[in-house]
């Protein structure tokens, strides 16, 4: 009896030993299944960021669209959407006849005017940043964005006269984004059948004033404080619900 049941003690051993290794084994496949689709998914994480180079220009648009703007305050400030578009096309409005009726007196003041501006959106988006914990995910980088946008806000409002240079400098390369983003709302537009009349003239104004800019960007200040003014106030006066509506039946 003594014997068998070492016997017995010894095959369960063996058993538990073998199911113990197979485990490991299956341990071991998981582990290099999960790097391989780990792998496959920073490859085409990697593959799709590759593909939306080309595309960035319009995102940049896009993020400092009127419909994006519109949605930010909605979220924020928790107003109704169809309100909110009413408040903007309003703010748009005064500031876009500002720049139109006083450029010289905009461009004495307009360190001030971007560098205020961009610390207060440093400073909001930050702390919006910090609420959500943002910081935990490594695919967005606002909470480090804001602190780098914010000392590059107080830099501007420091320097003035590096900051005279550098605003139209940065103003030249969003021209050219903005240039190639109504040439690109006007070919659709063409392609469906509809008019593009408003896009294409946008568009050429955004790209001449852009080259002028870049070329000379001290110069033609003025002229882009003007050009500005005249884009915020057909900005907000297509932002209004129906006039929005209208435009886009036509």
């Known amino acids: 009896m003594a014997e068998e049941e070492r016997e017995e003690i010894q095959l369960t051993e063996v058993e538990e030993e073998v199911a113990a290794e197979e485990v490991a084994v299956e341990e071991d496949a998981a582990v290099e299944e999960q790097q391989l689709v780990g792998s496959d998914s920073e490859e085409a994480h990697s593959e799709l960021a590759a593909s939306d180079i080309g595309a960035y220009g319009d995102h940049i648009i896009e993020g400092f669209s009127v419909e994006a703007n519109v949605k930010k305050v909605s979220t924020y400030i928790k107003l109704p959407e169809k309100v909110a578009k009413y408040v903007l096309a309003v703010l748009y409005l005064a500031v876009g006849v500002l720049c139109a009726a006083i450029p010289e007196r905009i461009e004495v003041a307009l360190p001030y005017i971007v560098g205020g501006a961009m610390a207060a959106v440093a400073i909001t988006q930050f702390i919006f940043a910090i609420i959500k914990k943002e910081y935990r995910d490594t695919h967005t980088n606002k909470t480090a964005g804001s602190l780098i ?7 501007i409002i420091i320097e003035h006269e590096w900051a005279h240079t550098f605003i139209p400098i940065v103003w030249g390369v969003i021209g050219l984004f903005e240039g190639a983003h109504a040439f690109n709302h006007a070919i659709s537009r063409i392609s469906r059948g509809m008019r593009s009349a408003y896009y294409i003239i946008k568009g050429i ?8 800019l870049l070329y000379e960007p001290e110069q033609y200040g003025e002229l882009h404080i003007i050009v500005f003014g ?7 006066i297509t932002t209004l619900p129906f006039v929005k509506n ?3 039946k036509r």
């Open 149 to 155: 946008v914010l000392g590059l806000s107080v830099m």
């Open 205 to 212: 104004i955004e790209v001449v004033v852009a080259f002028l």
């Open 230 to 236: 005249v884009s915020l106030v057909l900005d907000g």
């Open 246 to 248: 209208f435009v886009a």
